[in-house]
Each structure stands twice: as structure tokens, then as C-alpha cells.
């Protein structure tokens, strides 16, 4: 399994960034994928999730501003990242969950989020 997160950078408030995570080694339309973010010195923290059916889910801090989305044909996730503030410079990370949470699911390597004037 590969997940291959691009799309970050510099970016100053108010403004826009889109990620995305290039999948390759399972079947991915049939699965749950999750981007997490962590702030220096903070915990990882969930940010938004879509399923294989195209339901998603957002942290509160980012609804609204966030969204997320996937390409199947391209077996790519996308998280487009509007309005974007000081506190959510972070390290993000693409994850691939299990189907039993209790398992560990796949992670990809973080792109670097800063958002500063």
C-alpha cells in the first residue's frame, strides 16, 4: 500500500490549498479514506473522511471550509482547504483505516500546511 500526499505549501490567511493522495496497492473504491493533520506539539487529530460511498465527515473546526472528496478512476482523495487559518498549520497526513478500527490502517507520508502572513 501507497499513499502519496501532495499540494501543501505557504499559504497566507484567507486563502486556498488543495491536497491530494495518490493511492495504489489495494482496491480503493471500496474504501474509507481519512486525512489527519498534526500541529507541533499537538496530537493528531482527524480532520475529514469520506467513505467508499461518498458520505463525509468533518473535525468542527473545519466545516464549512474543508472539503473533501475522491476520484476513483484516478484512485486519488482530495481535500480542498478554503478560508484557510493560522491554526490549521499543520503536517497532513492521508490514512487508509482498517474495516476493524482495532487494526491499523495505512499512512501516507504528511505534506506541510503553514498558513501566515
Known amino acids: 500500500v501507497q499513499l502519496q500526499a501532495s499540494g501543501g505549501g505557504l499559504v497566507q490567511p484567507g486563502g486556498s490549498l488543495r491536497l491530494s493522495c495518490a493511492a495504489s496497492?489495494?482496491?480503493?473504491?471500496?474504501?474509507?479514506m481519512e486525512w489527519y493533520r498534526q500541529a507541533p506539539g499537538k496530537q493528531r487529530e482527524l480532520v475529514a473522511g469520506?467513505?467508499?460511498?461518498?458520505?463525509?465527515n468533518y473535525t468542527d473546526s473545519v466545516n464549512g471550509r474543508f472539503t473533501i472528496s475522491r476520484d476513483n478512476a484516478r484512485r486519488t482523495v482530495f481535500l480542498q482547504m478554503n478560508n484557510l487559518k493560522p491554526e490549521d498549520t499543520a503536517v497532513y497526513y492521508c490514512?487508509?483505516?482498517?474495516?476493524?478500527?482495532?487494526?491499523?490502517?495505512?499512512w501516507g507520508r504528511g505534506t506541510q500546511v503553514t498558513v501566515s502572513s
Open positions: 490514512y487508509r483505516p482498517q474495516s476493524d478500527r482495532n487494526l491499523s490502517g495505512n
Open positions: 496497492g489495494f482496491i480503493f473504491k471500496y474504501n474509507t
Open positions: 469520506i467513505t467508499s460511498g461518498g458520505s463525509t
